[in-house]
C-alpha cells in the first residue's frame, strides 16, 4: 500500500483517529495506580500461580486462594470452574512486565480500546456508514461502564473483543476460512465466560430462520459441530470435577421468579446502554417511513414506478445487524435469568453480560445515522443526548423511586436510581471518571497491604477475612485459616498434607479483619480471638481503617470515586477495619 493510500485513508477516518484517542487516554491513563479489587486479585493470583505450575492452581505452598471455600477446584487444588483465558491472559502479562498491578490489566485494557476499533470497522464495512460507525465508537469510548470494564484484570473487556469479532466474521461468512474465524471467535468468547455462548446461539438460530443469512446458514452446520466440540468438553470437566458451578448458579423455583429475574436482567441491560433510546428512535424512524410512504402512495396510486422509488426503510444489513443485536441480547437475558437471582443479578451488573455494551452501541449508531440522514444539527443532537445524559437508559423512567424497588405481586426487583435528582436525567459519572484518573483512591486493600509491606516480616503468618488474592498479590505473607473443616475441600487438603497454619490460627502473626465480611469465611471475629487467646496468643491491635467494602469495583452502580463519594446510594455503611499483631509466649 503507497504512502499516499495510507495518508488518504487517515483523513478519511480521522474523527475516528481523535475517538480512539481519547479512548486510550481514558483507558491507559494511570492504569496500575489503584489496586486489583477482589475479582481482579483472583484473576492475577491465580495468574502468578500459571508461572508456577502452568495451571491455576490454588494453593502455591503459601496461601490457599479459592473465595468459594474450594467448590471451584479439581482434586489437585487447580481451578476448573472458570475457563483459563483470562488466567493465562495475565500470566502472559507478568511474564513480559513483571507481577504488578499495571502488568495485570494492560492487555484487558489493550482488548477493550481494540474493541472500539473492531465497532467501528465493523460497522464502517457492514453498512458503509461512517456516521453509524463514528456514532457507535463515540458512545462506547463515553460509556463510563464500559471504560470501568475495559480498566478490569477480568473476562469483561475480553467479552467486549471477542462479540465484536464473531459478528465481523459472522457477517461476513462465506468462505471455509471465514467460517474458521467463527468457530475459533465463539470458542475463545465461551473459554472467556460460558455465558458468552449466547450470541454464538443468536446468530447461529437467525442463520435457520432469517432469509438474508442463507448464506451463512450453510456454514453454521458446519461451525456448531466444532463449537460444540470446543466448549462442552470444558462444561463436562467442569461439572464432574468440581461443585464450583452449582454453587454459583440459582434454578428459578417458579414461573413467577423467572419472570422476576428476566424483568431484573432487562433492568440491568438498560441501565448502562441506550437501548431504550435506540427503540425510541428506531420507532420514529419506522413512524416517519411509513408516513412518507402513505403520502407517497396517495400522490400516485398504484405506479409502478413509484413503488420501486419509495424511501427504503433499513437496508438488509443494517436490519440484519439490528436482528443479531436484539436475539443476542434476549439470549443473554434468558441465559442469566436461568442461572442467577433476582439479587444475584442487581449485585453483579451487566458483569456476565458485558458484550452487550458494544453491541448497543452498534445498534444504536445504526439508528441515529438513519434518522439523522445527514442532516448534522439532527445528528449532534442525539449523539450528545445518548452519550451525555441518561435519557436513552432506564434510569429516567424510574426516577420517581428513589429506592429503586418495583413491586408485583409478591415478586421484586431493584432499578438503580442515583442519589442526586439532576444525576437521574443528566449525570453519567463522565466527570468523575476522568477526574479520578489523575487522583489517588485508596481503599482497605491498599491500606492494609501498605502496612503490612512496611511492618510484616516475609514468613509472618496472615489471617485476612475477604481479599485474599490481592491482599496475597501484593504482600505474599502466608495466609492461615484459609481451609476450615467445613469447606468441600478440607479433607482432599489434609490428604494432600497442607501445613498445619492453612487450618488454624496457631502462630498468626497478623489479623487483617474486614468489618463488611465479618463471617465472610465462615468465622466470626470472636472464633479467632477466642482460639488464638486459648494457644497464648496475645492481640494488640495497631491500626483501624476505613472499611469501603470493593476497590475499583468495576460495576458503575457500586464504584467509588476518589473522594469516597458515589454515583449511587450506597446500601450501607460499616464500622472501621482492624489490622492486630498477635504475640506469642516465646516469640
Not at 45 to 63: E, M, R, S, T
Not at 129 to 142: D, E, G, N, V
Not at 293 to 306: P, W
Request: charged share 15%; aromatic share 14%.
Amino acid at each position: 500500500m503507497k504512502r499516499s493510500d495510507i495518508i488518504g485513508a487517515l483523513r478519511q477516518h480521522w474523527p475516528f483517529i481523535i475517538v480512539a484517542a481519547v479512548a486510550a487516554m481514558f483507558i491507559f491513563t494511570n492504569l496500575g495506580r489503584d489496586y486489583l479489587w477482589e475479582d481482579e486479585g483472583d484473576t492475577a493470583a491465580l495468574a502468578a500461580n500459571i508461572l508456577k505450575f502452568a495451571v491455576p492452581k490454588a494453593w502455591d505452598g503459601a496461601a490457599f486462594l479459592d473465595s468459594d471455600h474450594g467448590a471451584r477446584l479439581n482434586r489437585n487444588l487447580v481451578m476448573v470452574t472458570h475457563p483459563w483465558i483470562q488466567y493465562y491472559l495475565a500470566a502472559g502479562s507478568f511474564l513480559v512486565f513483571g507481577q504488578n498491578t499495571f502488568a495485570a490489566r494492560f492487555l484487558f485494557a489493550i482488548a477493550g480500546w481494540m474493541s472500539i476499533l473492531f465497532v467501528y470497522l465493523f460497522v464502517w464495512r457492514s453498512i458503509g456508514s461512517r456516521w453509524a460507525a463514528f456514532t457507535a465508537a463515540a458512545l462506547l469510548t463515553f460509556s463510563v461502564q464500559f471504560l470501568l470494564y475495559a480498566r478490569q484484570c477480568r473476562y469483561c473487556s475480553l467479552n467486549l473483543l471477542l462479540v465484536c469479532w464473531l459478528f465481523w466474521t459472522f457477517f461476513k461468512m462465506k468462505s471455509a476460512r471465514d467460517c474458521a474465524l467463527f468457530i475459533l471467535a465463539a470458542a475463545l468468547l465461551f473459554h472467556t465466560h460460558p455465558y458468552g455462548i449466547a450470541p454464538v446461539v443468536a446468530l447461529g438460530g437467525l442463520s435457520f430462520i432469517y432469509r438474508p443469512f442463507a448464506t451463512q446458514r450453510r456454514w453454521i452446520c458446519f461451525a456448531a459441530p466444532a463449537v460444540a466440540l470446543l466448549t462442552l468438553p470444558w462444561l463436562a470437566l467442569s461439572s464432574l470435577s468440581s461443585s464450583g458451578s452449582e454453587l454459583n448458579t440459582t434454578s428459578a423455583q417458579s414461573v413467577g421468579e423467572f419472570f422476576e429475574r428476566c424483568f431484573q436482567a432487562f433492568i440491568e441491560s438498560t441501565s448502562v446502554t441506550p437501548l431504550i433510546g435506540t427503540a425510541i428512535v428506531l420507532a420514529v424512524v419506522v413512524l416517519t417511513h411509513l408516513a412518507k410512504r402513505k403520502t407517497t402512495q396517495n400522490e400516485v396510486s398504484g405506479s409502478a414506478a413509484t413503488a420501486q422509488q419509495a424511501p427504503v426503510l433499513l437496508e438488509t444489513n443494517e436490519t440484519s445487524i439490528l436482528l443479531g443485536v436484539f436475539a443476542t441480547v434476549v439470549l443473554y437475558g434468558l441465559e442469566t435469568a436461568v442461572t442467577q437471582s433476582s439479587d444475584s443479578l442487581w449485585l453483579a451488573g451487566m458483569r456476565y453480560a458485558s458484550a452487550i455494551l458494544p453491541l448497543a452501541a452498534i445498534a444504536a449508531g445504526i439508528v441515529i445515522a438513519k434518522i439523522s440522514r445527514g442532516n448534522w444539527l439532527i445528528w449532534t443532537a442525539l449523539l450528545l443526548v445518548f452519550e451525555f445524559t441518561k435519557l436513552a437508559q432506564l434510569t429516567p423512567w424510574v426516577a420517581a423511586k428513589p429506592d429503586g424497588v418495583i413491586h408485583f405481586g409478591s415478586y421484586s426487583v431493584g432499578a438503580h436510581v442515583p442519589q442526586k435528582i439532576i444525576d437521574r436525567f443528566l449525570g453519567s459519572g463522565l466527570t468523575m471518571y476522568v477526574r479520578d484518573l489523575w487522583r489517588e483512591n485508596p481503599g482497605t486493600v491498599e491500606k492494609s497491604c501498605k502496612f503490612l509491606r512496611e511492618n510484616a516480616k516475609p514468613d509472618d503468618i496472615l489471617i485476612v477475612n475477604y481479599g485474599m488474592e490481592p491482599t496475597y498479590f501484593y504482600t505474599r505473607l502466608p495466609q492461615a485459616m484459609g481451609i476450615q473443616r467445613q469447606y468441600p475441600v478440607y479433607e482432599r487438603a489434609r490428604e494432600l498434607r497442607l501445613p498445619e497454619f492453612v487450618f488454624g490460627s496457631d502462630h498468626a502473626r497478623w489479623i487483617v479483619w474486614r468489618s463488611a465480611w465479618e463471617t465472610g469465611p465462615g468465622y466470626a471475629i470472636n472464633d479467632v480471638l477466642r482460639e488464638i487467646t486459648e494457644h497464648g496468643g496475645k492481640i494488640t491491635t495497631v491500626l483501624q481503617m476505613e472499611e469501603t467494602v470493593w476497590e475499583n469495583r468495576e460495576d458503575i452502580h457500586f464504584h467509588r470515586f476518589s473522594d469516597g463519594s458515589y454515583l449511587f446510594p450506597r446500601t450501607q455503611t460499616f464500622p472501621p477495619s482492624r489490622i492486630a499483631r498477635v504475640d506469642w509466649p516465646g516469640e
